[in-house]
Every structure is written in structure tokens, then in C-alpha cells.
Nanobody, 127 residues
Framework: QVQLVESGGGSVQAGGSLRLSCGAS????????LAWFHQAAGKEREGVAF???????YYTDSRKDRFTVSRNNLKKTLYLQMNNVNPEDTGTYYC?????????????????????WGQGTQVTVSS
């Protein structure tokens, strides 16, 4: 099992940058596929970025030119670098994890694949 804790959220003006972190505790962090999800108020949660246990990233089309996902297995931390943010990026960001044996990169943006979730960190982008 793995426990996840997000940090780094806050308020930022449109066009600015933020870096979110997701720290993990537990064993075998390097064996997990990891993802970031975004949930705006009143909307469904959506996948933003994914990184496999082999360090292969995927992004939702609307973020692929602005966001970068990365991981540091030694630090057991997942990152999301958010650049040129806009008000539509406002919401709660969650990190999620699934063991690579149960990981299907084709379905990375579907939340049902992930048994482990953090509590979320709030990002507010003002125009």
C-alpha cells in the first residue's frame, strides 16, 4: 500500500506557475503508476497527467503544452509543474497511484484504475 499527501497548492495569477508535490509513504514507490487529477467546483474529476513506473508521461490535450509531470523515486515524490496557468485550472488537484501490475496506460485518465488517492490540494488562479 501507499499513502499520498499533496502539497504546493495556492493562489496564483493567470500566466503564473506552480509546482505541486505528492509525497508518498509505503514500500515500492518506483513500482507504481502515478497520476494527477483535477476537479473544479461542481464538475467531475478529470485526469491531467500520468507517469508510468517506467517514467513515460501522458497528458490530457488541454494541458500537455503547459504542464509537466515527473517523479523522484528516491524521494518518493510525484510532481506537477504547472506553467502559464489560467482560471480554468482552478480546483482541487489529487494525486493517485496504482501498482504497475494493474496499470493500463490506455486508461490512465479513468479514476477507477487507482486505488490510492491523496486528500487534494487547492489551486486558485485569478485573472
Amino acid at each position: 500500500q501507499v499513502q499520498l499527501v499533496e502539497s504546493g497548492g495556492g493562489s496564483v495569477q493567470a500566466g503564473g506557475s506552480l509546482r505541486l508535490s505528492c509525497g508518498a509513504s509505503g514500500d515500492s514507490f518506483s513500482n507504481y503508476c502515478l497520476a494527477w487529477f483535477h476537479q473544479a467546483a461542481g464538475k467531475e474529476r478529470e485526469g491531467v497527467a500520468f507517469i508510468s513506473n517506467l517514467d513515460i508521461p501522458y497528458y490530457t490535450d488541454s494541458r500537455k503544452d503547459r504542464f509537466t509531470v515527473s517523479r523522484n523515486n528516491l524521494k518518493k515524490t510525484l510532481y506537477l509543474q504547472m506553467n502559464n496557468v489560467n482560471p480554468e485550472d482552478t480546483g482541487t488537484y489529487y494525486c493517485a497511484a496504482v501498482d504497475n501490475l494493474l496499470c493500463n496506460s490506455r486508461g490512465w485518465s479513468k479514476g477507477q484504475m487507482y486505488p490510492y488517492w491523496g486528500q487534494g490540494t487547492q489551486v486558485t488562479v485569478s485573472s
